[in-house]
């Protein structure tokens, strides 16, 4: 029998992980139930929620020292015991990042095979997909005439919120790490502006993209970035909380802008969970589809190859210089 | 003639404010124009918001050194220049604090004589009253099972909130500063359970008493209090911002709460200022009245004599030591 390895959290990573915080051992061996599938993994989806986990406060749970990497896959199936699947078919489900897994039957969920590349399943058509979606779509009111500010843009949640904004008519100003990420985001996606944070000075630019302040901000990040995005809000502003990269890496939370930003604005701030939104999964995957085929929606994938790649793709993820959907390829 | 008196700024007060920070001094000589009234100030309202203007940072605009202090008052018109308006009658408008005023006819608005005290319209009835209506029926959502905090509980927007609060069947708990208030609250007003700051461990006592986490939020706060009450919120809870008072004696605005506690809780956190609910406030009249003719609702008013009083009176309302609406008699 071959070796089918696994990757696991060696230790708690101090700020932004390193490869050393990870650890590839032997899969404990794999042993088929009723109602179970066996599967080949093709495609790890690597998120920066995953380090929110690592520091065991996540709200979907914590990964301890020792525990599998656990994070939302494609696998193809080997080997079924349950009626409903057939060897062949593809299904997307979250497991432990290793070459082989064994699930329930019940935990997976079978993918169209005609959709190339599959990564786009837990990409853009996926989990970060359904997030941007259910922002804009349910959260959100983007509307013609409406500014829409998006940190992270360059990543798989803010360039779909982008162009999302973009396709219903909004004034869309995306903020990403790099010269690169920037161009990419207006000559490809069609962003109306960019500010690169690592090099502008963020207030100034702000106030200059958004001169009438920002109507919808859709923040990634946190930190001072929120607060920046909060001094220039317009009146009845709408802001979705969505991540906090800028706190993922750290031991202890960090404040947020004070209240009186919301107050002065007459704001709506509203906390964005996608797993509270599976039930409008059907309808964005349609109207994804459709905007993928019309060039509405154009994606980037950031693919590191093979399960070792693994522990350095994520810890590139958490340093920010991924670029596009970061996923490993098996 | 009669010496007419005024209340000046004298400086910018640091910290919590000082009767030295005032001064009394001759109002100009008061000349009635075309479509003018004069009239006699009967109530002058004070409100913790003055001290934003004080610091020159509130939305409504600052008040420096060497102006009057002006806020909402009721006066009695005993000259007109307007034919819609005739001596005798009373009115609300924003004045300087002195006895006599003149003003555009354009900026009064008449009130009911039959209300008694005639204090109520610029107390339960006024603004403190609308604001606490426009919050709970407008941006939140009460209503039977549901728990509902509120900050500054025993002031004149708090104990309006948690009064509306319990017509439509919340659980009501309030946060107030002594166990006089605190009394007040449970056994006048019908709130279930009251916290006293001062002395109880508000995180502890939060956790007792809201044991299925906060519902809805009416912070008239911010700072510390705003934070611990995020931690204690409900699914899907609503906060209402509405007040600052942790700040309104500070230089600068203190941070708030970590954007983390909005997306655990899915919650809704909105912006609330009185001024943009203008339109619901005949239907809040109507309402109001009819609850105090009840007893549905009680109000309680911390009245001081005279205009000289009134620069003590408003040092102890931003030291927490008023109980009960802060007006000034004349």
């Known amino acids: ?21 990870f650890d590839l051992i032997n899969a404990p061996e794999l042993t088929l139930g009723q109602a179970q599938l066996r599967c080949k993994i093709r495609y790890i989806s690597l998120d920066p929620y995953l380090r929110g986990k690592l520091s065991g406060r996540h709200l979907s749970g914590p990964i301890h020292p020792g525990d599998p990497m656990i994070s939302e896959t494609v696998g193809e199936i080997t080997e ?23 699930i329930n039957a ?10 190339d590349p599959l990564s786009l399943q837990i990409g853009a058509l996926g ?15 983007p509307g013609p005439g409406k500014t829409l500010l998006v940190s992270a843009a360059s990543g798989p949640v803010g360039s779909s ?26 000559s490809s996606l069609g962003f109306d502006s960019t500010i690169n944070y690592k090099t502008q000075d963020l207030r100034e630019a702000l106030a200059r993209q958004c001169p009438n302040g920002i109507d919808i901000y859709f923040d990634n990040v946190g930190g001072d970035l929120l607060t920046a995005a909060m001094e220039h809000l317009a009146l009845n502003a709408e802001v979705v909380l969505c991540g906090l990269m800028e706190q993922y890496n750290k031991d202890q939370p960090s404040p947020g802008p004070s209240p009186g930003l919301v107050i002065k604005a ?65």
């Not at 909004?170 to 990419?184: D, L």
Request: charged letters at 20%.
């Open 127 to 141: 989990m970060p997909g359904l997030t941007a979606y259910a922002g804009m779509i349910r959260l959100a009111h």
């Open 266 to 330: 007459r704001a709506t701030v509203r906390g964005l969970v996608v797993y509270d939104h599976e039930d409008l999964r059907e309808q964005f995957l349609a109207q994804a589809k459709l905007w993928l085929k019309n060039g509405q929606i154009q994606f980037k994938e950031d693919v590191s190859q093979g399960l070792e790649s693994a522990p350095q793709a994520f810890a590139r993820l958490m340093a920010g210089q991924n670029f596009g959907k970061a996923i490993v390829k098996l």
């Open 80 to 102: 079924s015991q349950d009626p409903t699947f057939q060897p062949g078919q593809y299904i997307r489900a979250f497991t432990p990042w290793q070459h082989e897994v064994v």
């Open 1 to 21: 029998m071959t070796q089918n390895l696994r990757i696991i959290c060696k230790q708690r990573p101090q700020g932004i992980p390193k490869p050393e915080d």
């Open 106 to 115: 019940a935990d997976a969920i079978l993918i169209d095979p005609a959709i």
């Open 161 to 186: 919120v982008g162009q999302i904004g973009k396709i219903q008519g909004c004034h869309v100003v995306g903020i990403a790490g790099s010269e690169e990420k920037c161009n990419w985001l207006k």
